[in-house]
């Protein structure tokens, strides 16, 4: 099914819903009796907020996270009445009536913010649902753990407030060896306990892959959803949702000392036949990947990066392949069953995450099975 995005565009991207779902259902699987939430901020990760929540709402997830207000009141009309949205970024000034009409629950990660959201909910006289986040040793984003047993102990606040949600987030959950897993772990358990009767979430998609003890009432895996390793490459369970591919927009051949791209970086030593790809870093194709660091695949055939990569196109050797192969308006993988997004991470010196959240929207964007979604009025 076609997707938003263009007609015509030279660079193509299809999600598969399916693998999506079904990889959903390998991480509710993992964590049950714990319930799976699905963290589709920024977009569901550069995938599309409506078809990837519209699929799993479908296949049954009822708790999402978002990043801020935006994205909240983006996903409220796709999902069903009774999917609870989580702001992971608390709660802006000014913005409480806004976040109470929508039904969006806020995780409050300061002491500002819990008193804010205390006073609207006094002054509405009904107390509104949030989450509380307590920072187990990341120094990112939460209460610390004196400030979380003060409200815990603070009348007012637990009469205006409908804690739904305890949580803290790892540091270090893609790495199951690091000692800071257990160190959080203990320091967020001591905190919470404070909050007997609030149901608990620690879990990211590496947190998914750690023992059952850091699931918790709730996981919140992100990425694995996606298709990306959570934890050290014990994600291999997941599919792949993601297939990037590129057209040839022009195939060339150059002699010995001929430049090629801005700067003239490479200089052919030999003949060398070459495709130009219509996608660039204006696609979010990262630019790091030029001078051969980064490669395009045809049928597992690599086709290495040749000189830097443009706005709108690169370059690649099409040497490895038999001459005649391919033709102007062709096709061949960026991201696909030879290069998999955690590989193009790595190549990039970055992280699959920064590769998808970057895909931009160029594309002709095709969806897989799973459910489009729409909507409602
Ligand atoms: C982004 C985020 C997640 C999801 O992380 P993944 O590593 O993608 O699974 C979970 N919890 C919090 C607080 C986050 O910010």
């Not at 086709?303 to 391919?326: K, N, Q």
């Amino acid at each position: 099914m076609k997707g938003a995005g263009q007609a015509f565009a030279s660079g193509r991207l299809a999600v598969d819903l399916d693998a999506l779902l079904a990889n959903h259902r390998t991480l509710a699987h993992r964590v049950a009796p714990a319930q799976c939430a699905a963290v589709i901020k920024a977009d569901a990760y550069g995938l599309g907020v409506l078809p990837v929540a519209a699929t799993l709402a479908a296949g049954g997830c009822r708790a999402f996270f978002v990043a801020h207000l935006a994205e909240g009141l983006e996903a409220k009309p796709m999902l069903p009445d009774d999917a609870e949205i989580f702001l992971l970024n608390g709660l802006p000034a000014g913005a409480e009536e806004e976040c109470a009409r929508a039904g969006l629950i806020p995780v409050l990660n300061s002491m500002g913010q819990a008193r804010r959201w205390a006073a609207f909910g006094a002054a509405m006289g009904r107390p509104g649902k949030a989450a509380l986040q307590i920072d187990s040793g990341m120094s990112r984003l939460g209460l610390s753990p004196d400030d979380a047993a003060a409200l815990a102990g603070d009348v007012a606040f637990r009469a205006a407030v409908t804690l739904r949600l305890i949580m803290s987030h790892l540091a270090c959950a893609d790495r199951s060896e690091a000692p800071s897993n257990g160190d959080q772990l203990r320091a967020f358990e001591v905190a919470a306990a404070c909050f007997p009767d609030v149901p608990r979430s620690l879990a990211n998609s590496g947190g998914v892959f750690l023992p059952s003890s850091y699931h918790q009432a709730m996981a919140r895996p992100g990425i694995a959803h996606y298709g990306g390793a959570a934890n050290d490459g014990i994600g291999a369970a997941l599919k792949p949702v993601v297939r990037l591919q590129a057209q040839i927009v022009q195939l060339r051949a150059i002699g010995p000392g001929t430049g090629v791209g801005y700067g003239l970086d490479f200089r052919a030593d030999r003949l060398c036949r070459l495709a130009t790809l219509g996608v660039g870093y204006a696609d979010g194709w990262p630019r790091s990947l030029g001078g051969g660091r980064g490669s395009a695949w045809f049928n597992g055939i690599r086709l290495p990066t040749v000189g830097r990569i443009s706005m709108d196109s690169m370059t690649v050797d099409i040497g490895a392949l038999e001459d005649g192969t391919l033709a102007e308006g062709d096709w061949v993988d960026l991201i696909g069953p030879d290069q998999g997004i955690d590989a193009v991470g790595v190549a990039a010196g970055t992280i699959s995450y920064e590769i998808l959240t970057s895909l931009g929207h160029r594309y002709e964007r095709v969806y897989l099975g799973g459910h489009m979604g729409s909507s409602r009025p």
